[in-house]
């Protein structure tokens, strides 16, 4: 089966560090998702692309964060710099624009900041 | 705006018992709705999705669950417990404002199977 793809599966770094989650998303898929996660919050959305092209980042905060697409195949999460309260599991999803189709989720990045 | 609420954070029932997973949604237009199960240090599985056709949708793993508009409900249901189920369940409604790409979800509800 075909799989969303994150790395590091594990991030430990001290604070103020800059910290870049990738993931790859499902081959022809044209959507992509960031979401954080913490016991907290539960699951936030943070950025989502449709064809590479920023459609809603309302989620993220604009002062640290930051998500690209380069390619179709890759996308980015930055933070800079980094805080302890950016500890948290964040998740990418991938999914298609054709009819209603789910997200795919990887298995995310469990980050650490101390 | 569309939004989810999951009743009760932490379900538990007996191997073999029923399982009710509650979730009311909140939409301005006919939703599109999901289940979805993560287990431990995994990300989120589709379980099943609601796309306006049968209003009673089956999934993966022997779950179900039926759409009930006058009710504004997607409750999710497995009619035997295994072991294997304990795990943390979202439910989630899509967002026409974004062609149905963008879901929110609920704050999920953590099953625990009792042997």
């Known amino acids: 089966d075909a799989r969303v793809t994150q790395t590091p599966r594990h991030k430990v770094t001290e604070m103020g560090q800059e910290v870049t989650m990738r993931c790859q998303p499902i081959?022809?898929?044209?959507?992509v998702f960031w979401y954080r996660q913490t016991m907290m919050q539960g699951l936030e959305l943070l950025a989502y692309?449709?064809?590479?092209?920023?459609?809603?980042d309302s989620g993220m905060p604009k002062d640290r964060f930051s998500a690209e697409m380069p390619d179709a195949t890759l996308a980015t999460l930055k933070i800079q710099p980094s805080e302890p309260r950016d500890s948290a599991v964040y998740f990418c999803?991938?999914?298609?624009?054709?009819?209603?189709?789910?997200?795919?989720f990887g298995d995310g990045t469990r980050l650490s900041i101390l | 705006a569309q939004s989810v609420t999951q009743l009760g954070s932490h379900v538990s029932v007996s191997e073999g018992a029923l399982v009710l997973l509650r979730c009311n949604y909140s939409?301005?237009?006919?939703?599109?709705l999901f289940w979805y199960v993560q287990y431990p240090n995994q990300g989120l599985q589709l379980l099943l999705k609601?796309?306006?056709?049968?209003?009673l949708v089956k999934g993966i793993n022997g779950f179900e669950a039926e759409f009930k508009k006058s009710e504004t409900s997607f409750h999710l249901t497995k009619p035997s417990a295994h072991m294997s189920d304990a795990a943390e369940y979202f439910c989630?409604?899509?967002?026409?404002?974004?062609?149905?790409?963008?879901?929110?979800f609920g704050t999920g509800t953590r099953l625990t199977i009792i042997p």
């Open positions: 999803a991938s999914g298609l624009v054709q009819g209603v189709q789910p997200q795919h």
């Open positions: 081959l022809g898929h044209n959507t």
């Open positions: 939409s301005s237009v006919p939703p599109y």
């Open positions: 609601y796309t306006s056709a049968a209003t």
């Open positions: 989630a409604v899509s967002d026409p404002n974004f062609g149905n790409e963008k879901l929110t």
């Open positions: 692309f449709r064809n590479r092209a920023p459609l809603d």
